[in-house]
């Protein structure tokens, strides 16, 4: 249990569909972020959450909308999305001045 | 805006051997450093990470960074590593006046051998 949950885990679709990733977390933490891993790059920040308010989008294509319904929970809802988009989608979670707490991510491939 | 370089992307060792994995930042105001370990088909999970204090900073796992203001460096290193310690790892910072902007480096992947 890491303390922030992803699903799903592995993820396939083409690039008609919709899809949504979940994350959650349990350590009562007021930040949430997402990721994109891909590999050989630095980790880049797409969406920061801060008390539920989005305090960060870093130019991040319309294609990805986050959703913070409240501040265990947040969606990044998927549409229309490129081959060059499959990467490993990390959530992470924090609280004032602590460190990233990450879940163990889902692997989406855009085909 | 502040920057990581993580000047080897593959470090191969021998079991028992020492490693050390070198992290460089740049960034004009005061900064917080981390190091992330992340496992095959994991997240990324904190080893350690220098806020202010002693420069020498203690992790788990057995490893230790040292912060170094004037070479704005903060390398990681383990005396002694074993196969488990086969991993990628990450160097972040953030800046101390605009928490939740970490910046990451792009990895160092480390190789232990038998």
């Known amino acids: 249990e890491t303390g922030v949950t992803q699903t799903p885990r592995h993820l396939v679709m083409g690039m008609t569909n919709k899809k949504s990733l979940k994350c959650e977390q349990h350590?009562?933490?007021?930040?949430m972020y997402w990721y994109k891993q891909s590999a050989k790059k630095p980790l880049e920040l797409m969406f920061v959450?801060?008390?539920?308010?989005?305090?960060e989008n870093n130019s991040v294509p319309s294609r990805f909308s986050p959703e913070c319904p409240n501040s265990s929970h947040l969606f990044l809802h998927l549409h229309t999305l490129q081959p060059e988009d499959s990467a490993l989608y990390l959530c992470?979670?924090?609280?004032?001045?602590?460190?990233?707490?990450f879940g163990n991510g889902t692997r989406l491939t855009v085909t | 805006a502040q920057s990581v370089t993580q000047l080897d992307s593959q470090v191969p060792v021998f079991e028992e051997a020492p490693v050390e994995l070198r992290c460089n930042y740049s960034?004009?105001?005061?900064?917080?450093l981390f190091w992330y370990v992340q496992y095959p088909n994991q997240g990324l999970q904190l080893l350690l990470k220098?806020?202010?204090?002693?420069?020498l900073v203690k992790g788990i796992n057995g490893f230790e960074a040292e912060f170094n203001k004037s070479q704005t460096s903060f390398h990681l290193r383990k005396p002694s590593v074993h196969i488990s310690d086969t991993a990628e790892y990450f160097c972040?910072?953030?800046?101390?006046?605009?928490?939740?902007?970490?910046?990451f480096g792009a990895g160092t992947q480390v190789v232990v051998t038998p």
């Open positions: 992470a979670s924090s609280q004032d001045h602590s460190p990233l707490h």
């Open positions: 350590l009562g933490h007021n930040a």
């Open positions: 959450y801060s008390l539920e308010e989005r305090v």
């Open positions: 960034s004009s105001v005061s900064v917080y």
């Open positions: 220098y806020l202010s204090g002693s420069t």
């Open positions: 972040a910072v953030s800046d101390t006046d605009s928490w939740g902007k970490f910046q």
